[in-house]
């Protein structure tokens, strides 16, 4: 289904970070296949990959796992109601007390990833049931206007965001390198 590329005042300028990051007219297409690519990158991490922290402070790997699964859970939750004409202004979240409070570093990276499908199926089915009246509804989230469609953007952009930044800043040069070469 083609989902055009929320407005600007679909969202709140923060959010035009992620938004930004995502290129395309079919965003339930795009969530499948960045499905497959969290997965690859996490399936080929090692413990000690999974549980580095490249600086105090800094969330490590599995930490920014659960954080991606948590702002996807809250986005989707906040797209239902909105879907659903629930004009109740919704609160935010604090990623900081979210994040540690997951204990990431407590569990298995196999369950972490099975929870993962198992809300990335969730999602994609909860935004492929939305019609385009529902996917341009508009509600209050944060204190700041967003429409359904942009919810959906933002957890793509999201997503490739803090997977680009383990990329970036967790990962050594060499696995960089080979994922920049792999397609």
Known sequence: MKIAKPNPDEFAAYYGNYVSKVDTENPLKELRKSRKELLKLFSGLKKKELNHRYAEGKWSVKE???????????????????????????????????????????????SMLKEYEALRDSTIELFSSFDEDMMMQMGTASDN??????????????????????????????YKVEEKTDG
């Open 145 to 174: 206007p967003v429409s359904v469609r942009a919810l959906l953007y933002i957890i793509l952009g999201h997503q490739k965001h803090h997977l680009g930044i383990i990329r970036e800043r967790y990962l050594d040069q060499d």
């Open 64 to 110: 920014i796992l659960a954080h991606i699964m948590d702002g996807e859970r809250i986005f989707s939750y906040r797209a239902l109601r909105i879907a659903r004409n629930d004009q109740t202004p919704l609160p935010g979240f604090d990623e900081n007390e979210y994040t540690p409070a997951s204990k990431a570093h407590e569990r298995k990276i196999k």
